[in-house]
């Protein structure tokens, strides 16, 4: 039986390595979204960094990369693609690789690296992430964690909603769940009816919205569009099926 765990922020990516758990990292506003998207649309690979500054570096390095993120929700100067899963079209991502790094998301990921398997999730992909985590978890014997990113090392309500849709999807097996991991499932089934409008109610969905962004939560809310399902490697994110 499979013991699911819930990390709520950044920095408790640390617990999950330390347990040598499979690792789902979650950051529906936008991360995670956004790379399921870019991959979905043809990137060849993502690259997460923790800084803007160590993005610019590294594109220096490689100028044949793209530099991509965000601070306080808007694109850095010099950067090509902001945050935004909408801007990564197939015409413009295709081929490419990616240097990514947003406020919260990235620095998860980076802290997830120790572990053997990091999957990249969010709504956009919870069929898809949840059935690769569980059988990846099964096939190491070991325990799996749902890593959220949270908001500036704080708890965040999408991600933990979005949590609880992996719960219910991981109750259709037999599975040990910790008590925050199926409260966010009891979270998640009480507002399924109203998904959309629960998540708006949090602050950084509000804080999207406020600067033209509404568009962005409405996208990232949308229940396994992509089958898709991103695994970190080393120092690069690319589809699963493409390194297993």
């Given at each position: 039986m499979i013991k699911i765990n819930l990390?709520?922020?950044?920095?408790?990516?640390?617990?999950?390595?330390?347990r040598k758990d499979v690792i789902i990292v979650i950051?529906?506003?936008?991360?995670?979204s956004t790379i399921i998207t870019a991959l979905a649309n043809g990137a060849k690979g993502i690259i997460p960094v923790k800084t803007v500054e160590?993005?610019?570096?590294?594109?220096q390095q490689y100028p044949y990369t793209v530099l991509a993120g965000e601070r306080k929700g808007i694109k850095p100067r010099g950067f090509y693609f902001g945050n935004s899963p909408l801007e990564f079209h197939p015409t413009e991502v295709d081929g490419k690789n990616i240097i990514l790094t947003t406020t919260n998301g990235t620095k998860t990921l980076c802290n997830s690296k120790g572990a053997k398997f990091v999957f990249i999730g969010a709504f956009l992909n919870i069929n898809a992430v949840t059935d690769t985590a569980l059988k990846s978890a099964k096939r190491e014997n070991c325990g799996l964690s749902l890593v959220l990113s949270g908001k500036q090392g704080k708890f965040?309500?999408?991600?933990y909603l979005c949590?609880?849709?992996m719960l219910e999807r991981f109750t259709l097996h037999k599975i040990d769940a910790s008590d925050a991991a199926f409260a966010?499932?009891?979270?998640?089934q009480q507002v399924y009816d109203s998904l959309i409008n629960s998540i708006f109610q949090g602050h950084?969905?509000?804080y999207l919205k406020s600067i033209g962004l509404e568009e962005d939560v409405r996208f990232c809310?949308?229940?396994?569009?992509?089958?898709?399902?991103p695994y970190l490697k080393g120092e690069i994110i690319t589809p699963f099926k493409k390194v297993r």
């Open positions: 990390e709520f922020t950044a920095k408790d990516a640390e617990k999950a390595v330390k950051d529906v506003l936008r991360c995670t160590e993005a610019r570096k590294i594109h965040s309500l999408e991600d949590a609880g849709a966010s499932l009891l979270t998640f950084h969905a509000q809310c949308k229940q396994n569009k992509y089958k898709l399902v």
